[in-house]
């Protein structure tokens, strides 16, 4: 039943979106039980459209989240990862990758998207379409014609703006104009490579707000990955939930990154030019043994 709704809805978008099979869906959620409950239900309906599998890691929520979850648990069958303490999104997000990693073929899609309600689950679909275009990453992006922000006050909107431009300067990637969504789309297949070649640093800056979202899109660059965006229209309006972007903490991790990347002595461009790029692994598969791509 579900394979075959696949079918229509790739129909649906020019035919193509079923070729990349699964659709693995990576929810970070901390307090976030008002927004899950308004989300899971549009998470519901693409799950008649597509064949998907969702994670979602509960963060030692105290806010009845769990509750909300265990709701929706028959419906959607989550697999439900719970931290006994707050950890911080760096380390929520590496838990739910590595999970994943155990559980996906390489010819599998990732999506990783917030809880608040503010991402719009349809749009997976086009970024589906991206990805089967040749793109390894495809991220929802503000910046393309048709994409925008409801509800974002000018500071923030100004804020946000002048971040991404910093990082497209330091870290200039072909077809990408967003840095800052975590609303991305992966084949499964380099999110595979990422982990067999840097192992748990992938992610390696954890405590440092959320940093961690840049950090992704340099490794994966690093890697060699195509890059992609699709329009998408950030809904801050329907935000529920307190945000719990610190910007003193990602500020101060975006520079570090920066200084990471960028240190002459061994630095990340230096440490990592050598590592293979997407493709020379091997198989996806053999590129998801260490040993087989360690530097
Ligand atoms: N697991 C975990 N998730 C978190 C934590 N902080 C935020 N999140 C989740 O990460 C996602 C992003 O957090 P948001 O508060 O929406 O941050 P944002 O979208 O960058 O910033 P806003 O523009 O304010 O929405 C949401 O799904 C949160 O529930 C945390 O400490 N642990
Ligand atoms: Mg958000």
């Known amino acids: 039943m579900r394979l075959s709704q696949t079918t229509n809805a790739s129909e649906r978008h020019g035919g193509s979106a079923a070729r990349l099979s699964k659709v693995w869906l990576l929810l970070p ?4 039980a008002e927004s899950l409950s308004l989300l899971l239900p549009k998470i ?3 799950a008649d459209e597509v064949l998907l599998h969702t994670i979602v890691c509960d963060d030692a929520s105290t806010d009845g989240t769990r509750d909300v979850l265990r709701e929706f648990d028959d419906e959607l069958r989550l697999d439900i990862i719970v931290h006994k303490m707050n950890r911080g999104l760096g380390e929520t997000v590496r838990d739910l990758f590595e999970r994943v990693n155990e559980l996906c073929s390489a010819d599998d899609v990732i999506v990783r998207m917030d809880c608040d309600d503010t991402h719009d689950p349809a749009i997976i679909l086009s970024m589906i379409d991206k990805l089967n275009q040749g793109c390894d990453v495809v991220v929802a ?19 946000s703006t002048a971040a991404n431009l910093f990082m497209k300067l330091l870290f200039p990637i ?12 992966y084949r499964a297949s380099a999110i595979k490579t990422a982990l067999a070649v840097y192992g748990s640093d992938f992610i390696q800056l954890k405590g440092l707000g959320f940093s961690c979202t840049l950090e992704k ?15 998408f229209v950030l809904r801050y309006d329907r935000k529920l939930s307190q945000s719990k972007m610190l910007a003193n903490i990602t500020t101060f991790g975006y520079i570090t990154l920066a200084i990471l990347y960028y240190w002459p002595w061994n630095g990340w461009r230096n440490h990592y030019k050598h590592i293979p790029k997407l493709g020379e692994c091997g198989s996806a598969e053999g590129a998801a043994k260490p040993q087989s791509c360690r530097l």
């Open 29 to 32: 959620a901390f307090n976030e």
């Open 44 to 46: 519901k309906k693409l």
């Open 141 to 159: 992006s503000r910046f393309q014609p048709g994409g925008g922000q409801v509800g974002v006050n000018r500071l923030r909107s100004l804020l």
């Open 174 to 185: 072909r077809g990408l104009k967003e840095y800052s969504c975590g609303y991305r789309a």
């Open 217 to 231: 899109l340099v490794k994966l660059r690093m890697l060699g990955a195509r890059f992609g965006e699709v329009p």
